[in-house]
T-cell receptor
Framework: GEDVEQSLFLSVREGDSSVINCTYT??????LYWYKQEPGAGLQLLTY?????DMKQDQRLTVLLNKKDKHLSLRIADTQTGDSAIYFC???????????FGTGTKLQVIP | DTGVSQNPRHKITKRGQNVTFRCDPI?????LYWYRQTLGQGPEFLTY????????KSRLLSDRFSAERPKGSFSTLEIQRTEQGDSAMYLC?????????????FGPGTRLLVL
């Protein structure tokens, strides 16, 4: 099955850019996702990228995919205190009918 | 439709008791998933339904766990003879059968505490 790894913690100052990184093992992953989870809440889908894309931009969010290195990143421009949450990277490989999640990166935004 | 809903949001029970959680997916979504999330971890897949058929079960789903989706709409997850290790957040998600990947929409979760 797929393994998805993320760094555990990131701290940035309000207004700076945040970059959250993720590596995955299954080269057949067709979709890769970023989810946000606030304390005590479920997961909110932020964005996703199809494996034949290198980049996707959605307002303040930029997703970069390096398929050769199996590396995915999420850049949040002009990070706000409301962006403080845990961010999960996840991959879908089609045949397994399920999505595999990383352990999450806790983003702390310092005012 | 405001999204995936789950009930109850919180459940405290004593070890050995049975508990049942309910999930109501987004109405037009054919696929429904249950995940378990423990503190500091990402969600772990438990089981998956396409309409009323349970198509996949994780080895995490011991025989004390059973899930149903009798009419292809809402689903229930029952845990019998609960153990302290069952304490976790139980998340439900749904997705449409569109062939556009497994873009899953999550409910708020049911937090279970087994004393």
């Amino acid at each position: 099955g797929e393994d998805v790894e993320q760094s555990l913690f990131l701290s940035v100052r309000e207004g700076d850019s945040s970059v959250i990184n993720c590596t995955y093992t299954d080269s057949s992953s067709t979709y890769l996702y970023w989810y946000k989870q606030e304390p005590g809440a479920g997961l909110q889908l932020l964005t996703y990228i199809f494996s034949n894309m290198d980049m996707k931009q959605d307002q303040r969010l930029t997703v970069l995919l390096n398929k050769k290195d199996k590396h995915l990143s999420l850049r949040i421009a002009d990070t706000q205190t409301g962006d403080s949450a845990i961010y999960f990277c996840a991959g879908y490989s089609g045949g397994y009918q399920k999505v595999t999640f990383g352990t999450g990166t806790k983003l702390q935004v310092i005012p | 439709d405001t999204g995936v809903s789950q009930n109850p949001r919180h459940k405290i029970t004593k070890r050995g008791q049975n508990v049942t959680f309910r999930c109501d997916p987004i109405s037009e979504h054919n696929r429904l998933y249950w995940y378990r999330q423990t503190l500091g971890q990402g969600p772990e897949f438990l089981t998956y339904f396409q309409n009323e058929a349970q198509l996949e079960k994780s080895r995490l789903l011991s025989d004390r766990f059973s899930a149903e989706r009798p009419k292809g709409s809402f689903s229930t997850l029952e845990i019998q003879r609960t153990e302290q290790g069952d304490s976790a957040m139980y998340l439900c998600a749904s997705s449409p059968l569109t062939g556009m990947g497994e873009t899953q929409y999550f409910g708020p979760g049911t937090r279970l505490l087994v004393l």
